[in-house]
């Protein structure tokens, strides 16, 4: 983990500074913009189905589709609902995930889901499904490769979706880093010295620097200010010096 130091970075900076914190917050922000909607589309949706007197089945879900699809963009390429295992009567484990397809329509992810299978896919474990399920409200997860959907490096956006007080499923969205550094990266070049920014495991995520690109680690080093973002599990990494 990496300790947060209380040195500021140069007088001179700290206008600069600031700006680059509120890029990162924003662009954070508009990714869960999107999931807070898909969180509210869901229980409006949950709570339709059970005051019909019966529990949510798949075919209830894809109500959801039309608002995941058009939320495809600058940043986001999947995005959707993860149910809590249970949750569904005729799927006892089900996303109802949709990612971009640059060739044409959306496409909707397809796992293994048997549990009897040597291929099931049980979600639950991932950082992106145990933060929410724990309570966190957001939960940023990567970089990593993610080898089941896309096989790029991305960032797992994810907010938890609770229905009178129970957890019934997350939404969640995935970024690629690069998209992500095409935000961001513009008023990190415009710090004075070296500035990048990481995970709360110290991986970098974005950066103006050769030396620590997106995926290496950061363990804290002199001369450098590391100072949070938000109440986000990001913080921007400055150096005190130039």
Do not use: K
Not at 5 to 19: I, K, R, S
Not at 157 to 183: E, K, M, Y
Not at 195 to 214: D, K
């Amino acid at each position: 983990m990496i300790t947060r130091l209380d040195t500021q970075p140069p007088a001179a900076g700290q206008d600069l500074v600031g700006e680059a914190v509120t890029r990162v917050r924003d662009t954070a922000e508009e990714v869960f913009a999107a999931l807070r909607e898909v969180r509210e589309a869901t229980l409006a949706q949950a709570r339709a189905v059970r005051q019909g007197g019966r529990d949510l089945r798949r075919a209830d879900l894809a109500a959801l589709r039309p608002l995941l699809t058009s939320r495809f963009g600058a940043l986001i390429v999947g995005i959707g609902f993860i149910a809590a295992p249970g949750l569904l009567t005729d799927a006892p484990w089900y996303l109802e995930w949709w990612q971009e397809n640059p060739s044409g329509a959306p496409v909707q992810l397809l796992r293994d889901l048997d549990p009897s299978s040597s291929a099931f896919y049980d979600y639950t474990h991932w950082e992106w499904y145990t933060g929410p399920q724990s309570g966190v409200e957001r939960t940023i997860c990567g970089p990593y490769v993610d080898y089941l959907c896309t096989d790029e490096y991305s960032l797992t956006f994810s907010v938890p979706v609770t229905l009178d007080g129970a957890f019934i499923g997350v939404a969640a969205a995935d970024v690629f880093v690069r998209r992500f550094g095409t935000a961001v990266v513009p008023v990190l070049r415009e710090l004075p010295g070296q500035a990048f920014l990481i995970n709360g495991q110290g991986r970098v995520v974005a950066s103006n620097t050769a030396r620590y690109i997106a995926g290496s680690v950061y363990r804290g080093t002199e001369g450098f200010a590391v100072r949070p973002v938000a109440d986000l599990s990001l913080s921007l990494v400055t150096a005190t010096a130039t």
